[in-house]
């Protein structure tokens, strides 16, 4: 599996809403199976971005207790005690796009704190069960104060760094976060072309290649599908939208950006096969 991190050393730079249109276009685009999921508690996640906000009644899974919780406490809480099998997370991920895009969502029942001090206790039991269950695995990251956050950056294969044209924003990432570069790939939330801080400057000015640099501009029928869980549909119907409709612009710019990703983390699959390989043959 690789693991794909979407952070931002910024609040509000567009990361859950980035993932979620991102993580449409590419099982539109490859056939891969993807899953989704945050280290945080949100009110805004991305279960509202896919779905919108559940019903109360519709909040807890079947054969959970309040203590349990569903979705993502419900099977942090199974791990954390040691009750889990290798087929536990069939019971907890939600199926967003059928047989490609699954999400595990968040039930709200535990306090934040508590989950991300079990979270982070159990982090790598999740990763490898969600190895077993996916070939991507796509983690909305918390910015700051969450224990497992590190951790996540740390394993991440690549790091989806989500920033604005803020050169406030823009010179606090490059200068506290460099030992990220290596695996970084930048999204440019709300990108505006006239801004002072284009692509080719940021590119110039932080010494980072201009092709893993993604503009994904403000789009306000995007915005609304976001507040109203509809971003499946969004993606959907105009990912072949012709050049006339007023969509285009920024469905082009997420393809591109879910385009990248993809090919990078086929990448990084050739890379493991031929290290196993070689490993096989050395063991001949």
Not at 31 to 45: C, D, F, G, V
Not at 112 to 126: A, G, K, L, R, V
Not at 199 to 214: A, C, G, Q, T, V
Request: include cysteine.
């Amino acid at each position: 599996m690789v693991k794909l991190a979407f952070w931002s050393n910024a609040n509000k730079c567009g990361v859950t809403s980035n993932l979620a249109a991102i993580s449409v276009a590419s099982v539109i685009r490859f056939p891969y199976k993807i899953i989704s999921l945050e280290n945080h508690l949100s009110p805004h996640n991305l279960g509202c971005a896919y779905k919108g906000k559940p019903k109360a009644d519709m909040i807890y899974e079947v054969g959970t207790n309040y203590y349990e919780g569903g979705g993502s406490e419900g099977l942090i809480r199974k791990i954390y005690r040691g009750c889990y099998g290798g087929n536990v997370l069939h019971d907890y991920a939600q199926e967003i796009i059928n047989e490609h895009l699954y999400y595990i969502p968040q039930s709200q029942v535990i306090h934040s704190e508590q989950f991300d001090y079990e979270f982070n206790h159990c982090i790598h039991p999740i990763f490898q069960l969600i190895d077993e269950f996916a070939e991507v695995s796509l983690i909305d990251t918390a910015s700051n104060n969450v224990l497992s956050s590190k951790t996540v950056l740390e394993e991440a294969d690549l790091i989806v760094v989500n920033l604005y044209q803020d050169p406030v924003i823009l010179k606090d990432f490059f200068s506290r976060y460099s030992s990220l570069l290596p695996k970084a790939i930048i999204l440019i939330s709300k990108y505006n072309r006239r801004f002072p801080f284009s692509m080719k400057r940021i590119s110039k000015i932080y010494d980072f290649p201009l092709e893993r640099i993604f503009p994904i501009p403000y789009n306000e029928v995007f915005g609304a599908s976001v507040h109203l869980g509809s971003i499946v549909e969004f993606i959907s119907s105009n990912y072949y939208c012709s050049r006339e409709n007023p969509n285009y612009f920024f469905i082009q710019s997420i393809k591109r950006a879910a385009y990248g990703m993809m090919k990078a983390a086929q990448s990084i699959t050739r890379e493991r096969d031929e290290e196993l390989k070689e490993l096989e043959l050395c063991g001949q």
